[in-house]
């Protein structure tokens, strides 16, 4: 899972792992994100010929996602609200069963009602370039902390989503 307010970065890195994914030849799909901005993810390194966008499916968002880990290796989604307990329960099963990762982009994780292996908060955006209201945005910098079940090691980093040369960068990490 992936967390984090509108405007942190989380989608962006959510977005990352896809471009990571897609660029090593696997196949990757979006599911839910309504405006899915494909030339900025294919800026960020997403492989199109190797993606699949699903930007509304409205009610049937669940059983989008459950059809496309058939075929998929990641599927990066956005559930429209609070998902049920028996749906994300049904989704996480059939990732595991299919070999597939499962990233689930929320602004509160509390949205997803099952524990997922690891969860990465991304927070304290600070955007670059702006200037006094005359220049662009032209890079993002966030505060990214991962932890996960099983004795993983908590790491947290500042990362670049995107960096000022257009890239998702680590900026620092620290432990």
Known sequence: ???GAP??????FGVSLLAHASSAGHWCAAVGFEDPGVVAMAELGLDLRRAVFVPQPRAGWADAAAELLDGMELILLRPPGRVPHAAARRLMARARE???ALVVVVT???QWPVPPEVVVHVERPLWQGA???????????SEVSVEGRGGFRPRSASVWLPSPTGVVAVADERR
């Open 108 to 110: 509160d994780q509390a």
């Open 1 to 3: 899972m992936v967390h």
């Open 131 to 141: 200037g006094r209201g005359d220049g662009r945005l032209a890079a993002r910098r």
């Open 98 to 100: 299919r070999r597939a």
């Open 7 to 12: 405007g942190s970065g989380a989608t962006s």
